[in-house]
């Protein structure tokens, strides 16, 4: 194993819901730190003129294996098992309920209620008995 990106979650045994809030906080610190208008009009430049306007999504492909260990890891029982790729979907779809509001401006943008609802979202979305993988 590298020590990579894996560094980035410590084998501490926090339930899910701990991880969710602190990903949602410095994604919103960083967020926040940025002009809204230069951030919306950077966003737009890329998804115009570049020539794989997906590779900004492309970076969580980072976090994947640092998950899929804390999955294993998991003594609280809080996170659902994945594979790559489901993982991977799943990320995109989180990431997108922490961006979204900041790239169309939203007063919502990095309020409590955000927070709130994508930490019920990401929750849903990454904790166990929600969803279950479909056996082919």
Same mark, same amino acid.
């Given at each position: 194993m590298s020590n990579g990106p894996q560094s980035n979650f410590p084998a501490v045994h926090k339930p899910l819901q701990t991880l969710l809030g602190e990903?949602?906080?410095?994604?919103?610190n960083?967020?926040?730190?940025?002009?809204? /208008?230069? +951030?919306?009009?950077?966003?737009? $430049?890329?998804?115009?003129?570049?020539k794989n306007p997906l590779a900004? !999504?492309?970076?969580?492909?980072?976090l994947v294996e640092p998950l899929l260990s804390a999955q294993r890891r998991d003594t609280t029982g809080t996170f659902r098992l994945t594979d790559p790729d489901e993982l991977l979907m799943l990320l995109k779809t989180c990431f997108g309920m922490?961006? /979204?509001? +900041?790239?169309?401006?939203?007063? $919502?943008?990095?309020?409590?209620?955000?927070?709130?609802?994508?930490? !019920?979202?990401?929750?849903?979305?990454?904790?166990?008995?929600?969803?279950?993988p479909t056996e082919n």
């Open positions: 990903i949602i906080d410095s994604s919103f960083q967020y926040n730190r940025m002009n809204p /208008r230069s +951030f919306f009009l950077v966003f737009r $430049m890329i998804m115009k003129f570049s900004f !999504d492309d970076a969580l492909k980072t922490i961006r /979204r509001p +900041f790239l169309e401006q939203s007063p $919502m943008a990095g309020s409590e209620k955000h927070k709130a609802l994508a930490l !019920d979202t990401m929750a849903r979305l990454l904790g166990p008995g929600v969803l279950t």
